[in-house]
């Protein structure tokens, strides 16, 4: 394996992008006295927004049978508010898929 400088230098660059995002962002909120309540609505989506980076691809792209868990996954999340019962979900969809050899 041979050592790339313009990956190395790409690499480097993205380290310094990625903490500088997180120290800035950590710097303004630390700096304020009070959230705006626009700002307090922006990062009460921010779960909602990398779940769905999350999800969306294994949707679009997986086949019926990720459809099927992540369909029953989100019917019994708006269904139950405990966060065990999804995975259990999850689980028992997973062991069905396995068993009819899918």
């Known amino acids: ?3 790339d400088l313009h990956m190395v230098l790409i ?3 993205a380290a310094v992008a990625t903490y500088a995002t997180r120290i800035g962002g950590y710097i303004l909120i630390t700096t304020m006295k009070r959230i ?3 700002m307090e ?3 009460a989506a921010v779960p909602a927004a990398v779940l769905t980076t999350l999800v969306a691809p294994a949707f679009f792209s997986g086949g ?3 459809k099927l868990a992540l369909v029953v996954a989100l019917l019994v ?5 405990h966060s065990w019962m999804l995975v259990a979900a ?3 969809v997973m062991a069905w898929r396995h068993t009819i050899g899918v």
């Open 11 to 13: 690499i480097l660059a």
């Open 90 to 92: 999850w689980v028992v």
């Open 36 to 38: 705006p309540p626009r």
């Open 64 to 66: 019926w049978e990720s």
């Open 41 to 43: 609505a922006a990062l």
């Open 1 to 3: 394996m041979t050592l």
């Open 77 to 81: 999340g708006l269904r139950v508010s």
